[in-house]
C-alpha cells in the first residue's frame, strides 16, 4: 500500500523538505511508488526571496521542476486552499480545471510569510514592497519608468518604510538603481522611516555604528522614533504631521505567516507561526509537520527560536521532511537544532557587515563581507544541480546550513 508525503510550498523549507524526504526515503531503499513525496505549489520555482530588493528581480528565481525529477519527487501543480487535518486531505485548486482533494499520511506545511500590511490610510493602494516576487517586479518598473516623469523632487525621493534588514538592504541599493534611471547628476532622497528610536533594531549594538556610517555614506536619511500614518500617490505623512513629498513609498515593516497557517487547529505566535515541537511536529494535530516561516521553533535549549529567514528556514525544511518520512518508514526522527546564527547585511554601495551569534559579533565589513554576501546570494542559496546523488546529499539534515 503506497503512504503519501505532501509538502505545501516551493520555497526554501519547501524545497529542503522535499530534497530531505528524498534522501531519507533512498537510504532506507524504499521505492516512490511506496512512499510518494509530492510538493504542491502554483509554479516549479524557487523565487529567491533574500535578493528581491536587487534590480531585474524577474531574473532572480531558479526551477525546481529537474531537481524534483532527478529524486523522483512528484510536482503537483496548484495552490492549496484548504487543509482537512481530521479526514487528513488538502483541497487543491490547479492553474486549470476544477478543484480536486489528494489524502495524505503525513503533510509539511512550508508555505512561507507575507509581508504584513496594517490598515494605513492609502498604504495598499500607494506604497510597494519587496516582499513577493511580483512586488519586485511591480516597484522594478516604477523606478524605470521615472525617467519618463517630470523632474522633481518627489520623484527623485524614495522613501522606506521599516528600518529592519528588508528596509535597510533596500533603501541602501537605491541610490545605484535610481541613478542608472534619472541620471548620475540628479539630486537623489532617500529616507527611511522606521518606528524605534534606533536603526536596525533587531541587529543590536554592535553592527549599528557600521550601519549608519554606510548610510551617512550613501547619503540616506533616517527619520526615528515615528510611523507612518498616511500614503497617497504624492508622499507620505508621519504620524507626528510630518510630510515627505515621495512619487515612490517602499512598506518594509513586519512579517507574518501566510494565511494558510489559520486553518490548522493549533497554538500560534504573534506572528501566525504554529508553535511547533523540537521533532516540527504541531502539537495536538497528528501527522502534520510545520517549518520555515510557518513555524516557530526552539533552535536550542538557550530560548532561542527560528527567525524568519533563509538561513532557517532551508534547515528547518530538511529536518520536518527528514522526520516526517521518518514517520512513515518507522524509523527514529531527529530533533530540529541550529547552533550556528549569522548576518549578512547588504549595504549597497557601502559594501555589507557580516556578524556572527546571536551577539551579533562583527566579524567582517565593507568589501570583504560584501564579496561573501554576493557568494551567499548567488551560489549557497539556490538550488542544488538536477543530479540525484549530489541533490540528495545536499539535503542531509546536520550539513544544512552548517555555517
Given at each position: 500500500?503506497?503512504?503519501?508525503?505532501?509538502?505545501?510550498?516551493?520555497?526554501f523549507?519547501?524545497?529542503?523538505?522535499?530534497?530531505?524526504?528524498?534522501?531519507?526515503?533512498?537510504?532506507?531503499?524504499?521505492?516512490?511508488?511506496?512512499?510518494?513525496?509530492?510538493?504542491?505549489?502554483?509554479?516549479?520555482?524557487?523565487?529567491?526571496?533574500?535578493?528581491?530588493?536587487?534590480?531585474?528581480?524577474?531574473?532572480?528565481?531558479?526551477?525546481?521542476?529537474?531537481?524534483?525529477?532527478?529524486?523522483?519527487?512528484?510536482?503537483?501543480?496548484?495552490?492549496?486552499?484548504?487543509?482537512e487535518?481530521?479526514?487528513?486531505?488538502v483541497?487543491?485548486?490547479?492553474?486549470?480545471?476544477?478543484?480536486?482533494?489528494?489524502?495524505?499520511?503525513?503533510?509539511?506545511?512550508?508555505?512561507?510569510?507575507?509581508?504584513f500590511?496594517?490598515?494605513?490610510?492609502?498604504?495598499a493602494?500607494?506604497?510597494?514592497?519587496?516582499?513577493?516576487?511580483?512586488?519586485?517586479?511591480?516597484l522594478?518598473?516604477?523606478?524605470?519608468?521615472?525617467?519618463?516623469?517630470?523632474?522633481?523632487?518627489?520623484?527623485?525621493?524614495?522613501?522606506?518604510?521599516?528600518?529592519?534588514?528588508?528596509?535597510?538592504?533596500?533603501?541602501?541599493?537605491?541610490?545605484?538603481?535610481?541613478?542608472?534611471?534619472?541620471?548620475?547628476?540628479?539630486k537623489?532622497?532617500?529616507?527611511?522611516?522606521?518606528?524605534?528610536?534606533?536603526?536596525?533594531?533587531?541587529?543590536?549594538?554592535g553592527p549599528?555604528?557600521?550601519?549608519?556610517?554606510?548610510?551617512?555614506?550613501?547619503?540616506?536619511?533616517?527619520?526615528?522614533?515615528?510611523?507612518?500614518?498616511?500614503?497617497?500617490?504624492?508622499?507620505?505623512?508621519?504620524?507626528?504631521?510630518?510630510?515627505?513629498?515621495?512619487?515612490?513609498?517602499?512598506?518594509?515593516?513586519?512579517?507574518?505567516?501566510?494565511?494558510?497557517?489559520?486553518?490548522?487547529?493549533?497554538?500560534?505566535?504573534?506572528?501566525?507561526?504554529?508553535?511547533?515541537?523540537?521533532?516540527?511536529?504541531?502539537?495536538?494535530?497528528?501527522?502534520?509537520?510545520?517549518?520555515?516561516?510557518?513555524?516557530?521553533?526552539?533552535?536550542?535549549?538557550?530560548?532561542n527560536?527560528?527567525?524568519?529567514?533563509?538561513?532557517?528556514?532551508?534547515?528547518?525544511?530538511?529536518?520536518?521532511?527528514?522526520?516526517?518520512?521518518?514517520?512513515?518508514?518507522?524509523?527514529?526522527?531527529?530533533?530540529?537544532?541550529?547552533?550556528?546564527?549569522?548576518?549578512?547585511?547588504?549595504?549597497?554601495?557601502?559594501?555589507?557587515?557580516?556578524?556572527?551569534?546571536?551577539?551579533?559579533?562583527?566579524?567582517?565589513?565593507?568589501?570583504?563581507?560584501?564579496?561573501?554576501?554576493?557568494?551567499?546570494?548567488?551560489?549557497?542559496?539556490?538550488?542544488?544541480?538536477?543530479?540525484?546523488?549530489?541533490?540528495?546529499?545536499?539535503?542531509?539534515?546536520?550539513?544544512?546550513?552548517?555555517?
Open positions: 500500500m503506497q503512504q503519501r508525503l505532501i509538502i505545501i510550498g516551493a520555497g523549507a519547501g524545497m529542503y523538505a522535499a530534497l530531505s524526504a528524498a534522501r531519507l526515503r533512498e537510504a532506507h531503499g524504499v521505492p516512490p511508488d511506496k512512499l510518494q513525496i509530492a510538493l504542491v505549489s502554483p509554479e516549479p520555482t524557487l523565487v529567491v526571496r533574500p535578493r528581491l530588493y536587487e534590480p531585474k528581480p524577474e531574473t532572480l528565481t531558479a526551477p525546481l521542476g529537474p531537481v524534483l525529477k532527478a529524486i523522483d519527487v512528484d510536482y503537483v501543480q496548484g495552490r492549496v486552499d484548504a487543509i487535518t481530521v479526514s487528513r486531505f483541497e487543491i485548486i490547479p492553474a486549470d480545471g476544477p478543484p480536486y482533494s489528494m489524502t495524505y499520511d503525513r503533510l509539511v506545511v512550508a508555505t512561507g510569510s507575507r509581508l500590511r496594517p490598515n494605513i490610510p492609502g498604504l493602494e500607494h506604497a510597494f514592497s519587496v516582499d513577493q516576487l511580483e512586488d519586485a517586479i511591480t522594478d518598473h516604477h523606478l524605470q519608468g521615472l525617467a519618463q516623469r517630470p523632474k522633481s523632487d518627489a520623484r527623485n525621493t524614495v522613501v522606506v518604510a521599516g528600518g529592519g534588514f528588508t528596509g535597510i538592504e533596500a533603501a541602501t541599493e537605491m541610490p545605484t538603481r535610481l541613478r542608472a534611471v534619472v541620471g548620475k547628476d540628479a537623489l532622497r532617500v529616507v527611511i522611516v522606521e518606528r524605534n528610536d534606533a536603526i536596525a533594531p533587531d541587529m543590536g549594538p549599528r555604528p557600521i550601519i549608519e556610517t554606510a548610510l551617512r555614506d550613501l547619503g540616506i536619511e533616517t527619520r526615528l522614533g515615528v510611523g507612518v500614518a498616511a500614503v497617497d500617490a504624492g508622499g507620505v505623512t508621519l504620524a507626528n504631521g510630518d510630510r515627505i513629498d515621495s512619487e515612490t513609498v517602499i512598506w518594509a515593516a513586519g512579517m507574518r505567516a501566510a494565511p494558510l497557517t489559520a486553518q490548522i487547529p493549533a497554538e500560534r505566535d504573534n506572528f501566525g507561526r504554529l508553535i511547533v515541537d523540537r521533532d516540527l511536529r504541531i502539537p495536538g494535530v497528528p501527522g502534520i509537520f510545520a517549518t520555515g516561516d510557518a513555524a516557530k521553533a526552539a533552535i536550542d535549549d538557550f530560548g527560536f527560528a527567525l524568519m529567514s533563509c538561513q532557517h528556514a532551508t534547515r528547518m525544511g530538511a529536518f520536518a521532511g527528514n522526520n516526517a518520512a521518518a514517520e512513515l518508514l518507522g524509523v527514529a526522527t531527529t530533533p530540529y537544532h541550529q547552533k550556528a546564527y549569522v548576518t549578512c547585511l547588504d549595504l549597497g554601495a557601502a559594501g555589507a557587515v557580516f556578524t556572527r551569534g546571536w551577539d551579533r559579533k562583527v566579524e567582517l565589513v565593507g568589501a570583504e563581507a560584501k564579496k561573501l554576501k554576493h557568494e551567499i546570494n548567488t551560489v549557497w542559496i539556490y538550488p542544488p544541480r538536477a543530479e540525484r546523488a549530489a541533490a540528495l546529499t545536499s539535503a542531509q539534515p546536520e550539513r544544512v546550513t552548517d555555517l
